[in-house]
């Protein structure tokens, strides 16, 4: 009986560690998280900028590459900050802008640094 007892102890300390420790890291790993192109960035090129920016798809210069937004970054900012309807919007010819949340991801890549993975 005395057996059981020390077993489940162990059990229930064990766990608790595990939880702890993967919780810490996970927190951690969420204040390191920086937006990369590869993680953040090209997820978005991909469903809001194409076909147009996907290169084999659209004519435009082609933004499913890394060093084309970066050395474009300020310019890509600035496009999806305008309003549908003004000079140099993007995307082209949409009614709506991008999201706020979406275009928040392209400055905090900027802000982040312009990292590629
Ligand atoms: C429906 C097609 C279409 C979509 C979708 C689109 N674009 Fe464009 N894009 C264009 C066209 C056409 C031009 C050239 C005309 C102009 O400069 O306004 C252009 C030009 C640009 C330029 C200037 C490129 C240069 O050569 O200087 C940038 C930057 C840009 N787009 C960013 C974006 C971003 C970022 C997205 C996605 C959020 C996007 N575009 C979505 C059609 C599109």
Not at 35 to 40: D, L, V
Not at 46 to 73: E, L, M
Not at 78 to 93: A, H, S, V
């Amino acid at each position: 009986m005395k057996k059981l007892y020390v077993f489940a102890a162990i059990g229930i300390i064990s766990t608790a560690l595990t939880y702890c420790s993967s919780a810490r890291k996970a927190a951690r790993a969420a204040a390191a998280a920086k937006s990369t192109y590869t993680t953040a960035v090209a997820p978005v090129v991909a469903s809001s900028c194409s076909p147009c920016h996907i290169s084999g798809k659209g004519n435009k210069k082609p933004y499913d590459n890394f060093a084309n937004v970066k050395s474009d970054i300020d310019e890509i900012i600035r496009r999806i900050d305008l309003n549908p309807g003004e000079k140099g919007f993007m995307p082209f010819r949409r009614a709506t802008k991008l999201s706020a949340d979406t275009i928040a991801i392209f400055k905090k890549f900027k802000e982040d640094g312009l990292l590629e993975n």
